[in-house]
């Protein structure tokens, strides 16, 4: 027989925050104390999880009504799933704060999304929107190949 109280909120295994260095080209300098050389000391980002309903709010937020073509005055939704993921991304990126002033103003952006999109490079961008899914639970294509071949 199961164990019902599993289940119960205060039983459930807490999401921790995943620190992730999302580009190497931000890092302080600090001297080894072995060495006594200079070393550069990569700054971590740290990612965290959102709730479904934080989730469900982010993608209502990102659909728009797309007219059908060729049908006049029919519509579908239509999830921007572009949007949705820089959006999502800001939501669960706890460290840098991205929603700054002094951090926007130095890249000469508005808003989090934008200065997301400013700060990393287009590969560093989509390996930190892969590592925002993961910490959320969703899996890759690639693992979801690999589970399908075994």
Do not use: H
């Not at 959102?50 to 060729?70: A, F, H, L, M, N």
Request: some cysteine; aromatic content about 10%.
């Amino acid at each position: 027989m199961s164990n019902f109280s599993a289940f119960l909120a205060e039983n459930a295994e807490k999401k921790e925050i995943e620190k992730y260095v999302a580009s190497k080209r931000f890092y302080t300098v600090v001297k080894n104390e072995r060495t006594g050389k200079d070393e550069k000391k990569y700054e971590e980002w740290q990612i965290g999880c959102v709730t479904g309903e934080e989730d469900e709010q982010i993608r209502k937020s990102c659909v728009k009504r797309v007219q059908v073509p060729g049908k006049k005055n029919m519509y579908q939704p239509e999830t921007d799933i572009n949007a949705y993921m820089a959006k999502l991304a800001v939501r669960c990126t706890i460290y840098p704060d991205l929603n700054s002033v002094e951090l926007q103003q130095s890249y000469k952006v508005m808003g989090a999304e934008e200065l997301l999109r400013t700060m990393l490079t287009p590969g560093e961008y989509q390996d930190y929107l892969t590592k925002v899914q993961e910490v959320n639970g969703f899996n890759s294509m690639e693992d979801l190949v690999d589970e399908a071949k075994n």
